[in-house]
């Protein structure tokens, strides 16, 4: 199976190249598809916070290759280059604050540079970082393969072929280092002839589901229809949705979910209509340093995300509430699917096994 997964990668949205970090303009697909070079650690973080880049295992991908610019940019000004790279992390962790693997990425860029032994030649220290950098990419790649073959897994074993899904945001390739998390999962389901169709919520105000979730899956024949993120109750009721397979920014010591707004009313809908909840991420998005999703910080973007359209005006001159992360309690949540296992029914005890545990491959 895995091989019939890697042939199907078609998309990516980070590349690393010429001593540059390219990255995929996210804002103006599906009409565009415009890449950006990067060589600062202030532009790559400019381009998460801007949403040049967006998905939690991409910022944190992308803010690791943004340490290692830093740090050759450091190297070339000379005097105190580690101490100096202080700033850079300080620059990128302040990009945005929900998503836990980017803070997960930059500590592992941290201990890199501090196992460095202090006599090696700066070029040796900025080839380890490049390579710590390249690792974490590669690394979420890995786990994306594995965590689709879970989660396609999964669904056979409750539910058999022919699933009708929904998915919320886009959790794809664009979102990844590689296959994807809830659409990797999708993805591999549908190779696997289990997948009669996918509803895809149009995921506002960003439209990430209506512009870059059917985009992909469009691009690989995956039947996919969008419908209005208020819609979905209506689809569980009328359209015989079985699985509703999302990602995650942040999940808590307790199995909480913090992920893209409109998932928390997704799991109450779908436990009122007995569809099962399934989230996808890998255990870098995990972070055992919180309880609950009571302690999980929430981004607010600017109201006018929500009253204007294309920079055109659309809403009343008023107020407008952005917050981009909603938090779905862990009992709402049939199963979480990482690269380490399978946490059904997650609880406080449950997850700390589960990250007990080593990669399944």
């Not at 060589?39 to 040049?52: D, F, L």
């Not at 059917?214 to 689809?235: K, M, R």
Request: hydrophobic share 50%; proline share 3%.
């Amino acid at each position: 199976m895995r091989d019939r997964l890697l042939a199907a990668e078609k998309v990516k949205a980070i590349d690393w190249r010429d001593d540059a970090l390219y990255l995929l303009d996210q804002r103006v697909l599906p009409f565009e598809e415009t890449w950006h070079a990067y060589t600062t650690a202030a532009g790559v973080a400019g381009a998460i916070r801007s949403m040049v880049v967006r998905g939690a295992p991409a910022i944190g991908i992308s803010a690791a290759y943004g340490i290692a610019l830093a740090a050759r940019q450091r190297i070339a000004e000379g005097g105190d280059w580690a101490m100096a790279l202080v700033q850079d992390f300080t620059v990128l962790a302040e990009s945005r604050p929900t998503a836990v693997n980017l803070f997960w990425a930059l500590n592992r860029m941290r201990d890199r540079l501090a196992r460095l032994k202090g006599n090696e030649s700066p070029l040796v220290a900025l080839a380890a970082l490049e390579a710590e950098a390249v690792a974490i990419h590669l690394s979420d790649r890995e786990a994306n393969l594995t965590m689709a073959q879970l989660g396609a897994d999964l669904i056979r074993k409750h539910q058999g072929n022919l699933q009708t899904v929904l998915t919320h945001c886009n959790t794809g390739a664009l979102a990844t280092g590689g296959f994807g998390t809830a659409l990797g999962v999708i993805r591999a389901a549908h190779l696997e002839g289990m997948i009669e169709r996918v509803y895809a919520d149009e995921t506002r105000p960003w439209l990430q589901g209506s512009r870059l979730t059917a985009w992909e899956l469009a691009n690989e024949g995956i039947p996919v229809t969008v419908n209005a993120d208020s819609a979905a109750a209506h689809l569980m009721k009328t359209k015989g949705i079985t699985w509703v397979i999302v990602g995650a920014d942040r999940i808590t010591a307790n199995g909480d979910v913090a992920n893209k707004i409109g998932t928390y009313q997704l799991a109450v809908a779908a436990m009122h209509h007995g569809v099962r909840f399934m989230v996808v991420a890998p255990s870098s998005t995990i972070d055992m340093a919180l309880a609950s999703g009571d302690d999980i910080p929430i981004e607010e973007r600017e109201g006018r995300e929500l009253l204007e359209l294309g920079g055109q005006r659309v809403g009343a001159d008023v107020d407008a509430f952005n917050p981009v992360f909603d938090v779905t309690p862990a009992d709402l949540i049939d199963a979480i699917v990482t690269e380490k296992g399978i946490v059904e029914r997650p609880d406080t005890a449950k997850m700390a096994l589960l990250m007990c545990r080593k990669r399944l491959h």
